[in-house]
């Protein structure tokens, strides 16, 4: 690991200050927490000119209920800002417990008191070929995501494959979370899914000047609210505690009669990006068998695992549907108590 590059680093107190300080600046970066850009910054995979540290940011941080038309109710905002370690232990998450799952697994004590919510969101990509020492990467001819022209995960391709890694998209995302974004031209809204885009060098849909400053759960919505739902996350990694996914999944659903409503689930560790699963509606309402069964087709057809990690992408598509029964028949239990 090398010594940080120089750089210049810039402390705005609000959103609209940091928006503007990273205006026209192709070489600066937002920093947050700091828990994976810095680490990259030592090993020589960004070197940014400019850091725009974010913790005197006040209105980045915290949680709270905020009312919202659009969901005739409520909804949970999330600053971007936000501690992992916060995310842990506040009351008002009571009803996510899929959220609090993913960031107890996410690292160690002390990654989640510093790393925030915004910075797991908008996780760099990683690879076996590409978060390694620089003296490995020129060994082995850099590869597409720096420095070279060739994915080595698959060198026939014109694209990276570099897995995204995140633990707390998927669990958001099965609660139906929407990214708040703020930009030069105000703030805008999105489904969390929507701000990942399946490349691992571009692997975020936000404009360079933008930023992520919240997610939004709703609580009352409907079919999609939280009060009734059940949800969890579970994930396989190398060694018990630190590691990134090598494959997470997080289900929300309702259960009654032995049946299956209003199922979803999310992948992360597999693809360039965290993926919702689609076609669970048609899961609904089945015997739970014929269900589970279903469900283990439709993440093997829509998952593509490639040999991003040490550990084979043959495994890592196997243990999928694992997880994701495992979540469920831990759901379904807690749901008969």
């Known amino acids: 690991m090398e010594l940080l590059s120089q750089f210049k680093l810039l402390r705005p107190s609000s959103v609209a200050e940091a928006i503007a300080a ?11 927490g700091g828990t994976d850009l810095l680490t990259n910054m030592r090993h020589g995979l ?20 905020d009312a919202h038309d ?10 971007a800002g936000t501690t992992l370690q916060q995310l842990t232990t506040d009351p008002l998450l009571r009803d996510t417990p899929a959220l609090i799952e993913a960031a107890l697994a996410i690292a160690g004590p002390t990654h989640r008191a510093v790393g925030t919510v915004g910075g797991n969101l908008c ?26 022209d060739t994915c080595h995960v698959a060198p026939k391709s014109d ?22 974004i703020a930009g030069p031209s105000g703030v805008r809204h999105s489904p969390l899914a929507e701000i990942y885009a399946d490349d691992g060098i571009a692997y975020l849909t936000l404009a360079p000047e933008e930023m992520l400053v919240a ?36 289900v929300a659903l309702r259960c009654e ?12 560790g597999a693809d360039s990006r965290p993926l919702l ?30 040999e991003t990690s040490i550990t084979p992408a043959a495994y890592r598509r196997r243990v999928l549907p694992v997880l994701a029964r495992r979540v469920i028949g831990r759901l379904i239990a807690a749901d008969a108590e």
């Open 22 to 32: 990273r205006a026209g600046k192709s070489g600066a970066r937002f920093l947050a």
């Open 215 to 250: 997610v939004r759960v709703p609580l009352v919505a409907n079919r999609r609210g939280l009060r009734g739902l059940r949800s969890g996350y579970q994930k396989i990694r190398v060694r018990g505690a630190l590691d990134f996914p090598l494959a997470g999944v997080a």
């Open 257 to 268: 009669n032995n049946q299956l409503h209003d199922l979803r689930v999310a992948v992360t």
């Open 123 to 148: 996780l760099d990509t990683r690879c076996q070929f590409y978060n390694q020492s620089d003296s490995w990467r020129e060994a082995n001819n850099f590869c597409m995501k720096i420095a070279g």
């Open 46 to 65: 960004v070197q940014p000119e400019i850091l725009i540290d974010l913790g005197g940011v006040a209105e980045l941080r915290g949680i709270s209920h």
């Open 277 to 306: 699963i689609n076609g669970l509606d048609a899961l609904c309402g089945i015997a739970l068998n014929d269900a589970l069964a279903q469900l283990d087709k439709l993440l093997r057809k829509q998952v593509g695992p490639m």
């Open 159 to 180: 694209r990276c494959y570099a897995a995204y890694s995140g633990d707390l998209a998927p669990a958001l995302m099965v609660l139906g979370a929407v990214a708040e």
């Open 70 to 79: 659009a969901h005739d109710g409520q909804v949970l905002r999330i600053g």
